[in-house]
């Protein structure tokens, strides 16, 4: 695969004295969000859609191994942990999910799944990735740490 170019913005004074940037659209990785690189032609299929480009990311790329090998993975967000806990409480054998409690911000809230009994159990947070393996076992892919954060 062809590596991404990484155009940065370019600032120059028009003829009027203006400040004008001129940005080149980035493309992100569908699964975590870091930026990829420019976006170009491959970004898009033929009927308009974005493709996967996880591949490409450092992070991502071991999901896509492990998707290929035949494991299930499910990104755990606020906003899909119902979802993921159902379809993870749904597979047989059953396996127990519940949500994980943690005082953040001051107060106790749910900070991401508990999956399986103790101990062996493993807790993924918001951000993480949940994979199942195809022996039934569980682990995290941890989400990355934000670009400009420190580790």
């Known amino acids: 695969m062809k590596p991404r170019t990484n155009t940065p913005d370019r600032v120059h004074t028009n003829d009027e004295g203006r400040k004008v940037t001129r940005v080149t659209l980035k493309r992100a990785c569908n699964g975590c969000g870091q ?16 493709t996967d480009v996880r591949v490409e990311c450092d992070h991502c790329r071991p999901l896509v191994e492990l998707e290929a090998a035949g494991c299930k993975t499910w990104e755990l967000t606020p906003r899909s942990i119902s979802r993921v806990a159902d379809e993870i409480d749904r597979l047989r054998p059953w396996v127990f999910t519940k949500g994980y409690w943690k005082e953040a911000d001051g107060k106790l809230q749910v900070v991401g799944l508990r999956i399986g009994d ?9 951000g993480d990735w949940i994979v199942r393996h195809p022996d039934g076992g569980f682990t995290v892919h941890k989400a990355p740490v934000p670009q400009g954060a420190a580790a």
């Open 35 to 50: 930026y990829l690189g420019d976006a170009d032609a491959r970004d898009v299929d033929n009927h308009g859609n974005l």
């Open 118 to 126: 103790r101990p062996g159990h493993v807790v993924a947070y918001f």
